[in-house]
């Protein structure tokens, strides 16, 4: 079976409940941050994205904070499905087009 | 956002045997990404392939265990060579979007070396 988030942390949410994912990023020169979900026998899928310029940006059920004095990121999901077990990486960009991934998480919802 | 494929999507190879992974997408684009995800891991930047250029790879990854192909702007070939057990991994291909700057990832190909 697929081994995708097998080692990585495990954050467990009951259904209908908000999820907090959290990302630490490295490179103080990263400008733009993306949040990935990859669920079992898939590639990564676009959540959310944002600018070093701002530091809240929402989507549908999903917020995403940044603060850039901590190098900081974060994920929330309002009214967690249990389509939303997956697993989480956030990603940021510095100069080159490069995306640096970070170690992920995965999410595991209770019904 | 760029709809992209990859073949195959899974294989099982023998050591010392090659593996050559495929990638499409249904736009020009101008930069194309390789990954590897190895078990129960995060996504490492394997190298950037660019049209009418050689790629350039990362650190830690080289041309002749991974060479790799850019003909055109909607394809691009990754061989990962010498097969040991030690390259059985998740490997994908992503582009940049025409208007985010996100990337977009393929499918992946999962590959397991005996």
Known sequence: GESVGLHLPTLSVQE????IINCAYSNSAS????????????????????????????????????????????????ATQPGDSAVY?????????????????RVLVKP | SAVISQKPSRDICQRG??????CQVDSQVTMMFWYRQQPGQSLTLIATANQGSEATYESG??????PISRPNLTFSTLTVSNLSPEDSSIYLC?????????????????????
């Not at chain 1, 209908?16 to 999820?19: M, T």
Request: charged share 20%.
């Open chain 1, 16 to 19: 209908g409940d908000n999820s």
């Open chain 1, 31 to 78: 400008d733009y941050f993306i949040w990935y979900k990859q669920e079992s026998g898939k590639g990564p899928q676009f959540i959310i994205d944002i600018r070093s310029n701002m530091d809240k940006r929402q989507g549908q059920r999903v917020t995403v904070l940044l603060n850039k004095t901590v190098k900081h990121l974060s994920l929330q999901i309002a």
């Open chain 1, 89 to 105: 990486f956030c990603a940021e960009k510095a100069a080159g087009n490069k995306l640096t991934f970070g170690g992920g998480t």
């Open chain 2, 17 to 22: 045997t090659s593996l050559t992974i495929q």
């Open chain 2, 61 to 66: 990854f080289v041309i002749d265990k991974f």
């Open chain 2, 94 to 114: 992503s582009v940049d979007g025409t208007v985010q700057e996100t990337q977009y990832f393929g499918p992946g190909t999962r590959l397991l070396v005996l």
